[in-house]
C-alpha cells in the first residue's frame, strides 16, 4: 500500500489516504472523495507520496493545516 498527502480544494485540510495505486497515473491530478471537514464530496489535490517512514518522496512544500501550522508538529 502507498500513502498519499491529499488537499481539500475546498476547506485546504490535508490528510494522508492509503491506496494500492499510483495517484500520479490521474490525468487530473485531483480526487473526488468525501471531506470530513466539508461534510461533502469534494475535489482533493494530490499532493505527494508519503514514505513508510513519513517522508515526503516528490520534494513539494512542507504540508501544513488549513491555519498555516505544519502538520508534523503538534498540534
Known amino acids: ?5 491529499l488537499r481539500c480544494t475546498t476547506c485546504g485540510n490535508t490528510w494522508e489516504l492509503e491506496v494500492s495505486f499510483d495517484l500520479t497515473k490521474l490525468s487530473s491530478g485531483k480526487l473526488y472523495h468525501y471531506c470530513r471537514y466539508c461534510k461533502r464530496n469534494t ?6 507520496r508519503v514514505d513508510e517512514d513519513g517522508d515526503a518522496e516528490l520534494g513539494l ?3 501544513r493545516s488549513r491555519e498555516g501550522r505544519p502538520l508534523s508538529g503538534p498540534v
Open 61 to 63: 512544500s512542507e504540508p
Open 1 to 5: 500500500m502507498t500513502k498519499w498527502l
Open 43 to 48: 475535489f482533493h489535490e494530490i499532493l505527494e
